[in-house]
């Protein structure tokens, strides 16, 4: 939210009686700025008051739009047409701005300052919190009254860096079974908020501590006890959390991590993705759901007594799929973090093969992972660093070698994608006497294989490869 936008709302409403509420208010005592996003509060009629504020702004030659929120609360929201800021407009509840405070969710958040300006109003001492680093209910019924409350002190905990009372841990506990009524859509952003913060790790055993995470992700709850082999010093959990601090370090620093790659990595990993998330994001997401399906596929080898997963990542492609649909997240979402899941192993296995990997190798593992190439080699580093058992840090050294040689190739292949057939499909078809269909696709695949291992560097040559191909089937 530019600073312009709360002076657009306080030309439309100077003569009204209206406020400004909750997180606006919040950062600006942290010294934080005006933030993208505006809550008012009116003692009146929101539709005018938005209609005021649209109308300002256009005669101030910024279009807005404005539009109902909700016919059962009320509330308005103003949208800059270029989406840089927007204005919720909602009416005063209770009577007084002191009860509308009060039904707050938490006291940081139930700071008003009037919108002509002047003192905040801060009945619930929520300024004297947010300096104490407290994070505090507003009464005994937040959590009852909006049972979504109970992600959100998870959420603002993290991203404000805020130590949740615990009195009101309790209080959330107490209503983290009615987050089943809420609808998925609004489970799903805090989350993502929650898995976007840095602290993200803090915010999910908050989640644990209340309950909440196995109500919203029952399928990570059950990842608690299961125990791993000795190449592992933590169980599926924490491991799974671990995984997801690495993840974020990568994120935070990848030059650092991962050397000169690191610079294209971050610029890969800020692209948009789905569902308003950059590659980063979902790369959390594929870091909390890598191991999901462990529990279900844990055994014990006879007589060794080896531990095993067999089949975890195919499976967990499925349930991550299964978890995110339930939670309202878009296809290419859910495709993007199955792939994470279903690859995350891949290139671990790599490790074993003879160095460097031939070009072949290389070839087969881009193919493989398609369009998670770069992602899924970043969670399999951030995997390999979260495993410290036996023989860790020459596994992990073992591993980054891999991860450098593949990380290369597969950032040229995200730019510059796969090669450029030497030959069409009709021509060699044509060529080679044969029908469209599977048998020409494998074709195709082989002489791509072969172009990309420099083995084959025009049409002729590509050609009389095809040919031996096909007369060796």
């Avoid at 990542?313 to 649909?325: F, K, P, R, T, Y």
């Avoid at 003879?354 to 899924?376: K, N």
Wanted: with cysteine; net charge negative; proline share 4%.
């Amino acid at each position: 939210m530019s600073a312009s936008a709360i002076a657009l709302a306080r030309a439309a409403l100077a003569d009204r009686a209206a406020w400004l509420v909750g997180g606006v208010v919040r950062d600006r005592a942290l010294g934080r700025g005006d933030g993208e996003d505006v809550d008012l509060v009116i003692d009146g009629d929101p539709e005018q008051a938005a209609r005021a504020i649209a109308g300002q702004a256009r005669q101030q030659g910024c279009p807005a739009a404005c539009f109902s929120l909700s016919e059962e609360f009320g509330g308005w929201r103003v949208v800059a047409r270029d989406h840089s800021w927007q204005i919720d407009v909602e009416p005063l509840r209770g009577g007084s701005l002191e009860v509308d405070l009060l039904l707050r969710d938490f006291a940081v958040n139930a700071i008003a300052e009037p919108i002509s300006g002047g003192a905040m109003l801060d009945p619930l001492g929520g300024l004297a919190d947010l300096a104490a680093g407290r994070l505090r209910a507003c009464g005994p019924r937040a959590f009852e009254d909006d049972p979504l409350r109970v992600l959100r002190l998870a959420r603002i905990a993290v991203e404000l860096g805020l130590e949740p009372e615990l009195s009101t841990l309790h209080l959330a506990r107490a209503s983290a079974v009615r987050l089943r009524q809420v609808a998925a859509e609004r489970v799903f952003a805090e989350l993502c908020r929650v898995l976007d913060a840095q602290a993200a790790a803090y915010g999910l055993q908050m989640l644990g501590e209340t309950d909440a995470l196995a109500v919203v992700l029952p399928e990570v709850e059950r990842l608690r006890g299961v125990q791993q082999s000795r190449y592992h010093h933590l169980d599926v959990y924490e491991h799974t959390i671990e995984a997801l601090r690495q993840t974020i370090a990568i994120q935070a620093d990848p030059v650092q991590v991962l050397g000169a790659a690191g610079e294209q990595v971050a610029a890969l990993l800020g692209e948009p993705l789905a569902d308003g998330l950059t590659r980063a994001s979902a790369l959390r997401w594929g870091a909390l759901l890598h191991d999901i399906a462990k529990p279900g596929t844990r055994a014990v080898s006879e007589p060794e007594g080896r531990v095993t997963f067999i089949g975890h990542d195919e499976m967990g492609a499925g349930i991550a799929v299964e978890m995110l649909e339930r939670l309202r997240a878009s296809e290419r979402l859910q495709s993007h973090v199955a792939g994470l899941v279903r690859h995350h192993l891949r290139l671990g296995f790599l490790v074993h093969d003879p160095q460097p990997l031939s070009r072949r190798e290389v070839f087969a593992y881009l193919r493989a992972t398609g369009p998670v190439a770069v992602d899924v080699s970043l969670l399999s580093v951030a995997d390999r660093l979260a495993t410290r058992g036996a023989k860790a840090q020459e596994s992990i050294e073992k591993h980054m070698r891999v991860a450098e040689q593949m990380l290369d190739a597969a950032l040229a292949w995200h730019r510059e994608g796969p090669p450029r057939p030497l030959l069409r499909g009709d021509v060699l078809a044509r060529e080679l006497g044969i029908e469209p269909g599977p048998r020409l696709g494998r074709l195709i695949e082989a002489l791509c294989e072969a172009q990309y291992a420099g083995e084959v560097s025009d049409s002729e040559v590509a050609l009389a490869y095809a040919r031996r191909l096909l007369t060796s089937q």
